[in-house]
């Protein structure tokens, strides 16, 4: 958390659910315009909804598995 790093744009780091390694994938949401991932197993409560962008979305999404990795050491 804090680096001035952003690799927004850089494919090198993809989308993995930080709890369980799944492939997660980004949707829109047609009704409210907005970016959401959701872990595609079943008991795993990973989420993430609300971003203005795909990017968003991704920033967040490694955001939260920085966060997850920090309680789970
Ligand atoms: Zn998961």
Do not use: K
């Amino acid at each position: 958390m804090g680096r001035p790093n952003e690799y927004a744009g850089d494919m090198r780091w993809g989308w993995e659910c930080p709890r369980c390694d799944a492939d997660v994938s980004v949707a829109r949401d047609p009704g409210s315009e907005t970016f959401h991932w959701v872990c595609p197993t079943e008991d795993c409560p990973s989420i993430g909804f609300g971003f203005a962008s795909r990017r968003r979305a991704r920033l967040a999404l490694r955001e939260y598995r920085e966060a997850y990795q920090n309680i789970y050491r």
